[in-house]
T-cell receptor, first 115, second 111 residues
Framework: DTEVTQTPKHLVMGMTNKKSLKCEQHMGHRAMYWYKQKAKKPPELMFVYSYEKLSINESVPSRFSPECPNSSLLNLHLHALQPEDSALYLC??????????????FGDGTRLSIL | GEDVEQSLFLSVREGDSSVINCTYTDSSSTYLYWYKQEPGAGLQLLTYIFSNMDMKQDQRLTVLLNKKDKHLSLRIADTQTGDSAIYFCAETPTNAGKSTFGDGTTLTVKP
């Protein structure tokens, strides 16, 4: 069990669908992250939120839209995705905000398949 | 920019020690992390070391840091089949706000 909870665990969607991935942590962490991970590859950073504000966007296509409603929740809204977007999407959190370098705690991810 | 390199595969016998190596390039103060990823799971933080330290030990895990060569190693004593996984090395420079991951080392433990 991890302290970062991601839902759903699996998601299959068509290219015209709109769906959302959710992430929750109750460790009081003030930085939250979205990563994309392809099989047998390291995670690739997509977004970082610090104190509920977007601090890093790694030039992610606009079909991915992050949202941080409060300090415990992080969403990733998906729209008009492409087959190459199929991957494991990982959420992480770390103590402290700003450009901190504290250890990141990962959820188990959402396995996303685009048909 | 930062670059982190790891060998891709390591195979050991159960009960032996495993040593996974990593090199990094950033010269500023940095945290260096080891994560473990089992199939179908996220990354599990195993241990970490700050760049002003030489060594850190935590039960079966020993991290050694050679700052001059920017070389990091993770030693797993008495390796078990449950240690089979992908191990990622990552560095997070101070004030970077993000980590750079190596490509991961797949550890296979044979009975």
């Amino acid at each position: 069990d991890t302290e970062v909870t991601q839902t759903p665990k699996h998601l299959v969607m068509g290219m015209t669908n709109k769906k959302s991935l959710k992430c929750e942590q109750h460790m009081g962490h003030r930085a939250m992250y979205w990563y994309k991970q392809k099989a047998k590859k390291p995670p690739e950073l997509m977004f970082v939120y610090s104190y509920e504000k977007l601090s890093i966007n790694e030039s992610v296509p606009s079909r991915f839209s992050p949202e941080c409603p409060n300090s415990s929740l992080l969403n990733l809204h998906l729209h008009a995705l492409q087959p190459e977007d199929s991957a494991l999407y990982l959420c992480a959190s770390s103590q402290g905000g700003g450009k901190n370098n504290q250890p990141q705690h990962f959820g188990d991810g959402t396995r996303l398949s685009i048909l | 920019g930062e670059d982190v390199e790891q060998s891709l595969f390591l195979s050991v016998r159960e009960g032996d020690s495993s040593v996974i190596n990593c090199t990094y390039t950033d010269s500023s103060s940095t945290y260096l992390y080891w994560y473990k990823q089992e199939p179908g799971a996220g990354l599990q933080l195993l241990t970490y070391i700050f760049s002003n330290m030489d060594m850190k030990q935590d039960q079966r895990l020993t991290v050694l840091l050679n700052k001059k060569d920017k070389h990091l190693s993770l030693r797993i004593a008495d390796t078990q089949t449950g240690d089979s996984a992908i191990y990622f090395c990552a560095e997070t420079p101070t004030n970077a706000g993000k980590s750079t991951f190596g490509d991961g080392t797949t550890l296979t433990v044979k009975p």
